[in-house]
């Protein structure tokens, strides 16, 4: 059985910083692409970041750029997301995400994109 578990949510100040992770098993996720996803209460689930399995090409959201970095370790099975700068509307519900199919040096911002999803892990950012 796959599974992706999220972990380092938590409770912060506007400002501050939280990495998360997200752990894989079942699979090795080496050859796939890896996203973050979110979503706000009353919002629908929004792109953050993804990766390539390469981690070469990593692409993030507008609204967090300059802020998060995506990264993986596939040592570990593991993608993380680095979280500088919080602002309250970052607060949400974050998913890790894990493509399927190998797709070559790609990421996808869709969740259509992506088959395997995590159970989240909540961020709040404080004011």
């Known amino acids: 059985q796959v599974q992706l578990v999220e972990s380092g949510g938590g409770l912060v100040q506007a400002g501050g910083s939280l990495r998360l992770s997200c752990a894989a098993s079942?699979?090795?996720?080496?050859?796939?692409?890896m996203g973050w996803f979110r979503q706000a209460p009353g919002k629908e689930r929004e792109f953050v970041a993804a990766i390539s399995w390469t981690g070469t090409m990593k692409l993030n959201a507008d609204s967090v750029k300059g802020r998060f970095t995506i990264s993986r370790d596939d040592a570990k099975n593991t993608v993380y997301l680095q979280m500088n700068s919080l602002k309250p509307e970052d607060t949400a519900v974050y998913y890790c995400?894990?493509?399927?199919?190998?797709?070559?040096?790609?990421?996808?911002?869709?969740?259509?994109?992506?088959?395997?999803w995590g159970q989240g892990t909540q961020v709040i950012v404080s004011s």
């Open positions: 995400a894990g493509d399927s199919k190998y797709r070559g040096n790609y990421a996808g911002r869709e969740a259509d994109e992506y088959y395997y």
């Open positions: 079942g699979r090795t996720f080496a050859s796939n692409a």
